[in-house]
């Protein structure tokens, strides 16, 4: 199956033209309110883009205790096994090589997470919608409402995976060294160490730059231009090779809008720490820094 989906974002009024049209495109919801797990389901019932599928941010895209396989990260919200998540995509109908398109109601953070586990399990035709929720209001997109149907079990495969993955233990390897700049995607008083409102110990990964994920998006909820995010990008790295940054946040959610603002700059796909803090600050032995 072939598809012309952008990469990797999709306008609203270019996906309300595919749907209208009929061409196949799996449509995924992922809002989910750290604060309230029960919120984004709820979210999800009173107005959806119609065909739009729920997935949970803590029951769907990440492990459960129940997996038939170990996870493939720790953290707050560790990742299953590639082949674990294929049978949950299986389940949800998505068949090979088909276009996807997901959204939330948290301006791309959560999205972003299914985003980057389609692309780290092989899938090619997946894009964020810019702007997310809000933009497909905005644009006078249709709206349906309650639960989805049962899905028909589709043929989802494996592929090599699109984007890279790091370990705790080989980010623990490079700490410190040239060839490794880690940027934190958590908001700078958490950075900093002055608050923790989720994990155990206050700071950051010593010598991680700073660039809270908020800073990609424009006043619109929009992602910037290619241009601004690689002027602010470059700003950040200060002659740092793009090619050796390593994102990651509190728990690896919130740092895909940083990959994928460095995606949509032309400055590649960096390696994602899905561990991120959370996992970092409770490994022994592992240093932590403060900066307040």
């Known amino acids: 199956m072939t598809t012309d989906l952008p990469f990797p974002l999709i306008d609203a009024a270019t996906l309300r033209e595919r749907l209208a049209r009929g061409t196949t495109t799996r449509v995924f919801d992922c809002s989910f309110d750290l604060a309230d797990p029960t919120a984004g389901r709820a979210q999800y019932r009173a107005g959806h883009i119609p ?27 560790p990742l ?12 949800w109908g998505l ?9 939330d109601r948290q301006g791309g953070m959560v999205c972003g997470r299914l985003w ?6 092989g899938h090619a035709p997946v894009a964020v919608l810019d702007g997310s929720w809000a933009a497909w209001v905005a ?19 494996l592929g090599p995976a699109r984007v890279a993955l790091r370990r705790t233990d080989e980010v623990a390897a490079a700490l410190g060294t ?6 934190d995607a958590r908001a700078a008083p958490r950075h900093r160490g002055e608050v923790e409102p989720l994990d155990p110990v206050a ?6 730059l700073n660039r809270p994920f908020t800073e990609n998006f424009d006043a619109d909820g929009r992602y910037k231009s290619p241009d601004r995010l690689r002027a602010e990008f470059d700003a950040l790295l200060a002659g740092r090779d793009p090619a050796t940054v390593v994102h990651h946040c509190g728990s690896g959610v919130s740092a895909i809008p940083n990959v994928l603002a460095m995606t949509i700059a032309g400055l590649g796909t960096p390696p994602l720490f899905a561990g991120s803090w959370s996992e970092w600050c409770n490994t022994p032995g592992l240093p932590c820094a403060r900066s307040c």
């Not at 065909?51 to 919200?77: C, I, K, M, N, T």
């Not at 068949?95 to 959204?103: C, L």
């Not at 040239?178 to 940027?183: A, H, R, Y």
């Not at 700071?203 to 991680?208: D, L």
């Open 139 to 157: 644009a006078g997109g249709a709206i349906e409402t309650g639960d989805a149907a049962p899905a028909t079990p589709g043929d989802f495969a």
């Open 51 to 77: 065909g739009a599928r729920y997935v949970h941010l803590d029951d769907d895209l990440s492990a459960g205790a129940d997996d038939e396989a170990p996870a493939a990260s720790g953290g707050r919200h």
């Open 178 to 183: 040239p060839g490794q700049t880690l940027i």
């Open 203 to 208: 700071g950051h990964i010593p010598g991680a």
């Open 80 to 91: 299953p096994a590639r082949e674990v998540f294929a049978q949950r995509l299986r389940t």
């Open 95 to 103: 068949n090979r090589d088909e276009a996807v398109v997901v959204y």
């Open 116 to 121: 980057w586990m389609l692309r780290w399990c």
